[in-house]
């Protein structure tokens, strides 16, 4: 079967840097994707990654490792706007999205 | 219109009813999905279709049916609604032109089954 596993929930401060895994298995990988979803509202791109690595994007980076089924999003300078579930999404042979069942990241001042 | 909406925001419905859920999006994309996302599970894909004309069943289809008539609309049907489809249910679109192929989400419909 297919699988993405991420903690259930995280919580860190204001200012510091926190790091959010995702395991996976799957039938077939063509990408990996991270969301970030506020309470109540719809899920928003953050990154894509296909090859190892890491790519960076301002305060977000995401890595990817092919080979371990990994990868893990980092945060940095954290703010109290990034308190969010953060999805974790692998792209199947199949072209489809299978998904993890999110982070709920926690901020406190 | 910018992006995608969706319609209604949230419904009560009565078990047994049939209902529709609206779904319109103004970037031309090629692709649409429509998901359902319960507390403690991953989103699940519910049917998708990658051209007008065209739909495909996603993982949890059951209960569920879709049209795609043109390229911007993809509502989902519930033809008999069952308490176990209360539920948030996202519409998202994709350029399947190739590369990134990034999904975009609509608002969400909250829909509880009495």
């Known amino acids: 079967g297919q699988n993405i596993d991420q903690p259930t929930e995280m919580t860190a401060t204001e200012g510091a840097i926190v790091q959010i895994n995702c395991t996976y298995q799957?039938?077939?990988?063509?990408?990996l994707f991270w969301y970030q979803q506020h309470a109540g509202e719809a899920p928003t791109f953050l990154s894509y990654n296909v090859l190892d690595g890491l790519e960076e994007k301002g305060r977000f980076s995401s890595f990817l490792s092919r080979s371990k089924g990994y990868s893990y999003l980092l945060l940095k300078e954290l703010q109290m706007k990034d308190s969010a579930s953060y999805l974790c999404?692998?792209?199947?042979?199949?072209?489809?999205?299978?998904w993890g069942a999110g982070t709920k990241l926690i901020i406190k001042p | 219109i910018a992006g995608i909406t969706q319609a209604p925001t949230s419904q009560i419905l009565a078990a047994g009813r049939r209902m529709t859920l609206r779904c319109t999006q103004d970037?031309?994309?090629?692709?649409m999905y429509w998901y359902r996302q319960d507390l403690g599970l991953g989103l699940r894909l519910i049917h998708y279709s990658n051209t007008a004309g065209t739909t495909g069943k996603g993982e949890v289809p059951d209960g569920y049916s879709v049209s795609r008539a043109n390229t911007d609309d993809f509502p989902l049907t519930l033809a008999s609604a069952v308490p176990s489809q209360t539920s948030v249910y996202f519409c998202?679109?994709?350029?399947?032109?190739?590369?990134?192929?990034?999904?975009?989400f609509g608002p969400g419909t909250r829909l509880l089954v009495l």
């Open positions: 998202a679109s994709s350029d399947s032109a190739g590369g990134l192929e990034t999904q975009y």
């Open positions: 970037m031309r994309h090629n692709a």
């Open positions: 799957t039938s077939g990988f063509n990408g």
């Open positions: 999404a692998v792209r199947d042979d199949n072209y489809q999205l299978i």
